[in-house]
């Protein structure tokens, strides 16, 4: 799954999930990977945010990292 921080676009990562785990799964992948940028926040606290524009289509990592919403 490819992530993104909102606010620092060009950091664009990813992490690998199996599709029987759970979105706290997804969560704690999230803050391992990013555990310099994330040290004071709980996996738990984390929001996610589904990357798809209006017209339906995902965002790719240069929507991203051009800073698309």
Do not use: M
């Not at 690998?16 to 799964?25: C, G, K, P, R, T």
């Not at 990357?51 to 965002?59: F, H, R, V, Y």
């Not at 990592?61 to 698309?68: E, L």
């Amino acid at each position: 799954i490819s992530c993104s921080i909102v606010g620092v676009p060009e950091d664009v990562f990813s992490v690998q999930l199996n599709e029987n785990e759970s979105v706290h799964d997804l969560k704690t992948a999230i803050s391992a990977e990013k555990q310099d940028d994330l040290k004071n926040v709980a996996a738990y606290r984390l929001r996610l945010f589904l990357a798809k524009k209006d017209d339906g289509e995902w965002l790719t990592i240069n929507d991203v990292k051009n800073g698309a919403r």
